[in-house]
């Protein structure tokens, strides 16, 4: 519900607050004083474009601000997803600013806002139906979303989107696994040739850093020959002397011919012997590490490079290191082996999806059932209302055909669109092509009385609803919004008609005063007999007669069915 509404200078009103209350409420006032200045108020909260036209002569930035009871927990949850809790005592205020410059900022309860995030909270909150709601209204896109909210089908259409989901899935997968026979034959020949050429490869792990590691070794070979020599000379020198270990066995053999004297010198022997033995062992391996004297170093290195040429082509392609090529090399496999069982997956999914398809055609049945059910429904409760509307030669009816194609999309198969007749004998047609402007604020407010229970959280404000019509469809027209919001719905009326204005349960005036050469704007509420007065503006001009007086006052009575 609208609590109140702050304007600052917007076009001629300076700075004024209104207060509303639950139930219905009028504002009036003579041409010119600013009615429309309220309705384009409420526009700015609700995110429509701004124009700079707006700001009120001489000054910088024009200010709106609207308190709201928040409706439900549902809302509550809408606020907290934006980050935008409401207040403790339950109200949120939207705030809207623009600026000389065309800068426009949005806040929430003191907190900036996007403005998808304005629009979405704001539409939740309260909405204007006037010409542009009425085009929406005529738009045969949106009738389903009012046949929907009428239906009350939620269920149906959740149960109805999980299939369409399932079913969307699967035929994309399907179109996967279609491909052209040419497409999925140069992918499985050139995921052979990758596969064969990795293999043939014969990829290892640490296999590059091995090989770098034995060129190094290679190319300095012979500075580790030379090295290696001391060592080796200690078994067998090159320079024919005797050799280390020959002269530790002779001194070994002489060890024991002392053992005959001195019994401690054959454990010295021993010794000398294992000396010989380890020096033997050590010169073997460490001969090792020269090779073998006899390989030519130019072939191995001449080897060791092609390989490593081998193993940076297949980097470039497949992967930065052995472990990504071998990686690559195994999902290439995966690939194929998917591609070459396609044809069998294929059928399963064709047969999975059949059955998905008979289930999406079953789940599209019940909510067209429920749609076309509720449409007969929403058409006589519209068209009753209509009738009381002195609109009882029109027929109306709510269309639920199968879309072009009967194609299937997110929200069933069905095209619903609103058809009318206004004249006897004329058949029915799309409403866009037929309501005339003053027809259609009727239709709207007919729709809105059918549909009031699903506005009930959103204040509803009507502005030229009683464009057109005569003084009884005034009073009529007044009865119906009395009646919405005897509902539960807040209903603000902007109206030129003293029967609807007599109607409501609390009358704003807005007028016009200068000052100092500078108009200004105010709202105000109406007492009984300023409510008289006002009634008898309407209805007799300036001149405010006592008769004229009179019959405002009774017109007031009998709209309030009780005296003040």
């Not at 020949?189 to 043939?200: K, S, V």
Request: charged content about 30%.
């Amino acid at each position: 519900m609208l609590d109140s509404l702050h304007i600052e200078n917007v076009a001629v009103v300076k700075e004024t607050d209104l207060t509303f209350s639950p139930g219905f409420t009028v504002l009036t006032g003579e041409t010119g004083a600013g009615k429309s200045i309220i309705v384009d108020s409420v526009n700015l909260l609700l995110g429509v474009r701004s124009s700079r036209e707006l700001i009120r002569s001489g000054e910088t930035a024009a200010t709106v601000s609207g308190s709201f009871s928040v409706p439900d927990p549902s809302f509550a949850e809408l606020l907290g997803e934006y980050g935008l809790p409401p207040e403790e005592d339950g109200t949120f205020l939207l705030q809207r600013t623009i600026t000389k410059d065309g800068k426009s900022s949005v806040r929430g309860n003191g907190r900036p806002m996007t403005v998808s995030a304005q629009k979405e909270i704001a539409a939740r909150l309260i909405a204007i139906h006037g010409q542009h709601e009425n085009q929406f209204f005529l738009d045969p896109k949106n009738h389903i979303r009012y046949l929907d909210r009428f239906a009350e089908d939620e269920a149906e259409r959740k149960a109805y989107e999980e299939v369409y989901r399932k079913y969307r899935s699967q035929r994309l997968q399907l179109k996967e696994l279609s491909r052209s026979e040419n497409e999925k034959a140069q992918l499985i020949d050139l995921l052979t040739y990758q596969i064969r050429e990795i293999d043939r490869a014969r990829v290892r792990a640490g296999e590059e850093d091995e090989l770098r590691e034995r060129r190094a070794k290679l190319q300095n070979a012979e500075w580790i020959r030379e090295r290696v020599k001391p060592v080796r000379d200690l078994v067998s020198p090159s320079d024919g002397k005797e050799s280390t270990v020959s002269s530790l066995e002779r001194a070994a053999d002489a060890a024991e011919q002392l053992a005959a004297f001195y019994p401690e010198a054959a454990g010295y022997a021993e010794q000398l012997r294992g000396f010989a033995i380890e020096i033997e062992d050590l010169s073997e391996t460490v001969s090792g590490f020269a090779g073998n004297t006899e390989e030519d170093p130019t072939a191995a290195l001449d080897a060791i490079e092609e390989r490593l040429e081998q193993l940076a082509r297949l980097r470039k392609k497949y992967g930065s290191s052995e472990a990504e090529i071998l990686s690559f090399r195994d999902q290439a496999k995966c690939r194929l082996d998917e591609i070459e069982q396609s044809a069998l997956k294929k059928q399963i999914l064709l047969e999975e999806n059949k059955k998905t398809a008979q289930d999406l055609v079953l789940a599209a049945s019940v909510l067209t059932e429920k749609r076309a059910a509720s449409g007969r429904i929403l058409a006589e409760r519209i068209q009753e209302e209509l009738r009381f509307l002195d609109m009882d030669k029109v027929r109306f009816s709510v269309s639920v055909a199968p879309k072009e194609g009967n194609t299937f999309t997110e929200d069933g198969r069905d095209a619903v669109e609103f058809l009318i007749s206004t004249n006897p004998g004329e058949p029915l047609k799309p409403l866009e092509k037929i309501a005339s402007g003053g027809e259609l604020s009727r239709i709207m407010l007919a729709a809105k009385c059918v549909l009031a229970a699903s506005e009930s959280m959103r204040a509803l404000i009507f502005d030229e609803v009683d464009t057109g019509v005569s003084g009884k469809t005034s009073q009529k027209i007044g009865t119906k919004l009395k009646q919405l919001a005897d509902s539960g719905c807040q209903v603000i009326c902007v109206t030129h008609s003293a029967q609807i204005a007599s109607q409501a349960d609390v009358h704003l005036l807005i007028s016009k005063t200068e000052e100092e050469g500078r108009a200004f704007t105010s709202v105000r509420e109406l007492s009984f007999r300023e409510r008289v007065a006002e009634l008898a503006r309407i209805m007799g001009g300036s001149e405010l007669t006592d008769t004229v007086l009179a019959a405002a006052e009774e017109l007031l009575v009998s709209g309030q069915n009780r005296m003040y």
